[in-house]
């Protein structure tokens, strides 16, 4: 009857054993899965973050591009005022210099 006992207590301890190593190969498996995901989470955020500032840069180079033409624009109607003004004073000039040579 020991003899047995003994058996089954070995049979019972070689299932506990069995099981314990299942278990830790799908806990390491497990663990495997996590580190893959979380590393492919990673790679994608990292990528979303590129795509991100790509976006980000595009609309800064936009938005600077919009400005320079304003500011050539506002350049150029500036200069054609300041054009008009150096014409008017030459012309205002000229009459007077006329109008000084024919009361002489």
């Known amino acids: 009857m020991g003899l047995k006992d003994a058996s089954e207590f070995t049979r019972w301890q ?4 069995q099981k314990d190593d299942i278990e830790k190969i799908e806990h390491v498996l497990k663990k495997k899965i ?5 590393r492919e989470q990673a790679i ?9 500032n ?25 200069y054609e005022k300041r054009k008009g003004v150096i014409e008017a004073v030459h012309t205002q000039k000229h009459k ?8 002489v």
């Open 14 to 17: 070689r299932e506990m054993e």
């Open 34 to 38: 996590e580190m893959e995901l979380a």
């Open 44 to 52: 994608m955020a990292q990528e979303k973050r590129v795509h991100e």
């Open 54 to 78: 790509h976006a980000l840069a595009n609309e800064m180079k936009a938005k600077a591009e919009k400005l320079m033409e304003e500011r050539e624009h506002n350049l150029q109607e500036d």
């Open 96 to 103: 007077a210099s006329e109008a000084m040579a024919s009361r």
